[in-house]
């Protein structure tokens, strides 16, 4: 069974700040995806990155940047430089990869609510 | 990406009564999937809506109670029956273009009293 665990429920940070974000997944599949949501309080689901489980190259993307690592199964996520923009809270979740059909069934973390403060 | 609307975008409802709720993309897509989000909660996939055949549900979740239709490859519904105040959620309607990335529509925020 696949498992994703955010443990930290609230971060809160004062603006210019850098917070991380941290994911563990459990899975049996050897081919997955990984991603990272941002929920704003409007409610939409804003898609940040994928990752797939043979690329474990880190990313950057502006201020985002996203750490994979295999051997401890993390999918951790950095803001730096943070701003009062970026409160949300931030979903990691995760799929399997070989079959199509299963591309659509993720299984969520429990969120981590990101506060940034002027 | 794939724009993706949904409709109603929030509605208040009265016990006992149903709500559908309608997905519309721009693309056509063969699987449309359906969450719930229930307050302060994480998504929970309710099924998977395949165009032509019927929809597969998720444990925990039953037909009767959340029948979802899939006309085309663009559009479908779900419907929340017999609605009671546990129902309240925000329902969101998913789909991806074949890349693996899962895209997700703004959502219905549902309150039932």
């Known amino acids: 069974a696949q498992k994703v665990t955010q443990a930290q429920t609230e971060i809160s940070v004062v603006e210019k700040e850098d917070v991380t974000l941290d994911c563990v997944y459990e899975t049996r599949d050897t081919t997955y995806y990984l991603f990272w949501y941002k929920q704003p309080p409007s409610g939409e689901l804003v898609f940040l990155i994928r990752?797939?489980?043979?690329?474990?190259q880190n990313e950057i993307s502006g201020r985002y940047s996203w750490n994979f690592q295999k051997s401890t199964s993390s999918f951790n996520f950095t803001i730096t430089a943070s701003q009062v923009v970026d409160s949300a809270v931030y979903f990691c979740?995760?799929?399997?990869?070989?079959?199509?059909?299963?591309?659509?069934?993720?299984?969520f973390g429990a969120g981590t609510q990101v506060v940034v403060t002027p | 990406s794939a724009v993706i609307s949904q409709k109603p975008s929030r509605d208040i409802c009265q016990r006992g009564t149903s709500l559908t709720i309608q997905c519309q993309v721009d693309s056509q897509v063969t699987m449309m999937f359906w969450y719930r989000q229930q307050p302060g909660q994480s998504l929970t996939l309710i099924a998977t809506?395949?165009?032509?055949?019927?929809?597969?549900?998720e444990s925990g979740f039953v037909i009767d109670k959340f029948p979802i239709s899939r006309p085309n490859l663009t559009f479908s519904t779900l419907t929340v029956s017999n609605m009671s105040p546990e129902d309240s959620s925000i329902y969101l309607c998913s789909l991806n273009l074949g890349s693996g990335t899962q895209y997700f529509g703004p959502g219905t925020r549902l309150l039932v009293l």
């Open positions: 809506a395949n165009q032509g055949s019927e929809a597969t549900y």
């Open positions: 990752r797939n489980s043979f690329d474990e």
């Open positions: 979740a995760l799929s399997e990869a070989g079959l199509t059909d299963s591309w659509g069934k993720l299984q």
